[in-house]
Every structure is written in C-alpha cells, then in structure tokens.
C-alpha cells in the first residue's frame, strides 16, 4: 500500500501523472463508447468544463503550465498490451468478450483528440471538439486532473507532518464511515467516485479499505485501472450523455420525444443482465415512466441520479406495479450525492421492497471537510458535459432544476416537448 503522504511531500510530475492510463476512467464510458462507435461515429460533438461551485475559483488556484502538462500527458496515453489483453479477455457482468474485435482494434490506437484552454473570470474554459468516440473519453480524464491538481496546490503549501496528519484523519474519517456501513443489513454497494476524487492515489486508497472493511458488500469500482489492479468487478451502465446527444440530433419534437427510448433500443441490442439499468432523469424520470414502452419494465432496475432519491424510488416502483412487473424483482441503484447517513435511511426505506444497491462517489473518494482551513480541500461540483451535437446545442433538465443544462430557449422546449412542470430546486453539493 503507497504511502500517500510521503508521496505527495515529495510529488514528482513524471512519476505520479494524475491520469496514469486510458482505463483509468469510468467502465460505463468505455461502454458507451462501444454503443457509440457502433451506431454513431461520426456525430461531431463538443464537450466543455462547466464549473458549478463558482466560489471555486480555479483559475486562481491551478498553474495553467500544470494543467497544460497534465493534460498533454493524457493525450500521449495508449492502450498498454496488458491493458487490452484485460479488456478483450475478462469476464464483465458475466459476459465474455465484452468489447467486439472492431472496437478494440480503434480503441488500441485511438488518441485522446486535441483540447481548447482559456481563462475566464477565475475560471477554465476547457473544451474539446471532434467525433463522438474520441472526445467523449476526455469527460473523465479532464475531471480527475482538474479536481486533483486543486488538491496538490492546497497541499502545496503545507509541510510533511501536516499532509501526515491529514491523511491520518482522512483515514479515520473513511473508516468510521465503513464501520457505520458494516451495520446495514443486506448492504451492496460500489465505488462510483472517480470524476471528483481528491486523488488517484487517495481513490486506490478508499478502494482496498472498502474491499477490507465491508467484504461481499462491496461490489466493485467503476473505476477500469483499479479494478484490474485490485482484482474487483468493474461496475457501470450507461450516463446522461446518450440521451443529449440523441435528442440534439432529432429533427422534430417527435423524434425529439422518441430519443430517450431510441438510446435504450439501442443499448438493448448490446446488453442484457444488470447492464440493463435505466437512467430516467435527463428528461425527467415521471414523464420518461409515463410513457415508457412496455418492453423497458422487463429491463432489470433503475439508477436514480437526481432529485429526491426517495421519490425517485416510490416512482419507479409504482411505475412497476401498474406494468405488471414485482418490483422486489427489480434493482434500484442510488447514485446521486450519496453519504452514508443517507445510505442507511434508503436501505432502510427500500429492503425488501427493491434490490437495492448504492453507487458511492465523492463522499466516498473526495470528504476533506473540515480537515483544513476555510475548507480549501471541500468537495465541489465540476462536470464535464456535451454542450451540441452536430452543431445543435444539447439539453439535460434533470429531476433537480440545479443540474440543467441547455440555452433557456431550448430548455423552455424541452420542458414542453416532455411535460416537465414545476421542479423542486435542490442544493447541489456534488
């Protein structure tokens, strides 16, 4: 186990890049990315930094040389003779040869595509242009070097003793948590927090306490590097992106309705199992359910990833009854802003009327609060999210109206199109 203090005392660029491989990403992007360059290729699409905590000013924070090197080292990334021997030949959800020869033959060359940077009133405009296969995979990559090397300037400026002892009470932190977590009857739950972890070196970290502490009920990691690395399942679907584009590229409000519906009939053909998980909320879940087709209630659960996760459920499982399907059959995946106090009140809400299961992420692999001063190491909300599709600009509504996204015009249309009325702002933490 790496000693995480010494190591970041003593932080060398070429030895510890923050973005060490391209499997270090989130295993529902590499599945995506399949479905895409199956069915979509050549859409054009731009992907661009949407820094949500504006009190983060991370242009004052963040060297641009830095994170220009940090980002030109990703781009020199490929895809390792071990790394596609793991890809092409391991078992994922219990199917063999996951990914297709065609796809692993462009994924082994494929280049992470050239990056934009600008300043902006004390933030990045980071932004990325081309097909949809190649600039989708910089969504991780460009989070995780954002978010970590905010983390090295503030540890910067502190002496080694200090970084020992806040990783010290990190730790501990983290091992009350699990020990809480230990106490949850029927408990399943998974690392989902690679996008906004403080670290590499701390997630890896976070993982083998997990694997340590909880046993069966950890169930895996999204996270592709450390999942091989550490011998654990790789867990993910599929994420809003789908839905954006494919909506972006209707030419009506017809096909625009039908979009949400086309992503799944897609991804249908590829998968079956627990790879069948709905995400119902780019559009809002209520309006999604209501005019669902049939074939979707014999899908095998739902990840809820906004709004009240509660209400969400209550939704999902009526939704069920009314189609005739038993919902104790089903799983339910929570994923949005999750920690553990929240985790118990769920499980304890939803046993043994779903399959319940908790996709954990920055307060899993990024909860620095209170452990400095001025909570310079908090948790904040950074995404990078597609912003248009073959020149059209694409639209998330979210079931919380504080993770929209979209010019307001379209937005308006999007609400109408899919009979999305008045929406409960909630606070977003992460």
Known sequence: MADIATRVHNHKWKIDPIVRSLLDTDFYKLLMCQSIFRNRPDTDVTFSLINRTKTVRLADIIDEGELRQQLDHARSLRLTRGESTYLRGNTFYGKRQMFRPDFMEWFEGMQ??????????GQYELTFHGKWPEVMLWEIPALAILVELRSRAVLERMGRFEIQVLYARAMTKLWEKIERLKQIPDLKIAD?????????????????????????????????????????????????????IYAALANDDAELAQAPYQVLADWHEEHEGNLRVILPDTFGTEGFLKRAPDWLTTWTGIRIDSGDPAAAAELAIQWWKDRGEDPREKLVIFSDGLDVAKIEELQTQFRGRVKVSFGWGTMLTNDFRGLVPDGALDPFSLVCKAVSANGRP???????????????????????????????????IV
């Open 112 to 121: 992470l595509p050239p990056y934009e940077l600008e300043k902006k009133d």
């Open 192 to 244: 989902f927090g690679t996008r906004r972890r403080h670290s590499f070196l701390w997630q890896d970290w976070c993982v083998q306490a997990m694997i340590e502490g909880l046993g069966d009920a950890f169930t895996g990691t999204s996270n592709c590097l450390i999942a091989m690395r550490r011998e654990v399942e790789a867990i993910g679907t599929n994420a809003h992106e789908l839905p954006m």
């Open 394 to 428: 694409t639209v998330k509504l979210s079931d919380n109206p504080g993770k929209s996204l979209g010019p307001a015009a379209e937005v308006e249309r999007y609400k109408r199109v899919f009979g999305v009325g008045e929406q409960q702002y909630q606070e977003v």
